[in-house]
């Protein structure tokens, strides 16, 4: 399976701030790689896929780039809705692989 | 707007079979959309179980070890998870998914807690 590493696990940010979240795999898979938004006690949700590609209705604020084995997802101006945890998932293999997570709260 | 519901026992016992049914709304299941499972615990974090197209073809996760099947009813618009031979280890929320192939899942269910207890 494809190991995939979330960096940080956790962070603290005030709103306006800009985030970077870092997702690094075990091997290359080429663009396959997606982030999925959480908050609690609900599903993910999708956010960008095959790298840098906004869901639709998706805030602009979110976006995503990389190549290779490092990704990085950035929501450019934090906002109260946008704490929740993160998480990266290839789907360049079988089967598709997550993140750990990374769990953004308030300052 | 796809809509996504899981209904199945939140109690099975250790050795037995855990059963579950996603219901599909907005759109027919006989889409281009491939239809998944997957499950989520504070250990292991969301764990891919497997996806199926309504013609039948299906990947599965074989960490599972071939204990997972998933099928279509298109005359019900739903899909089912069957797991056998479960341990507390499968203890979990369950949930079911949606999207194009290759498990980007766009859409999910609002997830169902199953406990694997005595």
């Known amino acids: 399976d494809i190991h995939m590493t979330q960096s940080p696990s956790s962070l603290s940010a005030s709103v306006g701030d800009m985030v970077t979240i870092t997702c690094r795999t075990s091997q290359t898979i080429s663009n396959s790689l997606n982030w999925y938004q959480q908050k609690p006690g609900k599903a993910p949700k999708l956010l960008v896929y095959a790298e840098s590609s906004l869901q639709t209705a998706g805030p602009s604020r979110f976006s995503g780039s990389g190549s290779g084995t490092e990704f990085t997802l950035t929501i450019s101006s934090l906002q109260p809705e946008d704490f929740a945890t993160y998480y990266c998932q290839q789907t360049y293999d079988t089967p598709p692989t997550f993140g750990g997570g990374t769990k953004v709260d308030i300052k | 707007q796809v809509h996504l519901q899981e209904s199945g026992p939140g109690l099975v016992k250790p050795s037995g079979t855990l059963s579950l049914t996603c219901s599909v709304s907005?759109?027919?299941?006989?889409?281009?959309?491939?239809w998944s499972w997957v499950r989520q615990t504070p250990d292991k974090g969301l764990e891919w179980i497997g996806e199926m197209f309504h013609t039948g073809s299906a990947n599965y996760n074989p960490s599972l070890k071939s204990r997972a099947t998933i099928s279509v009813d298109k005359s019900r618009n739903n899909f089912s998870l069957r797991l056998i031979r479960v341990t507390g280890a499968d203890t979990a929320i369950y949930y079911c998914?949606?999207?194009?192939?290759?498990?980007?899942?766009?859409?999910w269910g609002q997830g169902t807690l199953v406990t694997v207890s005595s």
């Open positions: 907005g759109a027919s299941i006989s889409t281009t959309n491939w």
């Open positions: 998914a949606g999207g194009p192939p290759a498990a980007t899942l766009e859409s």
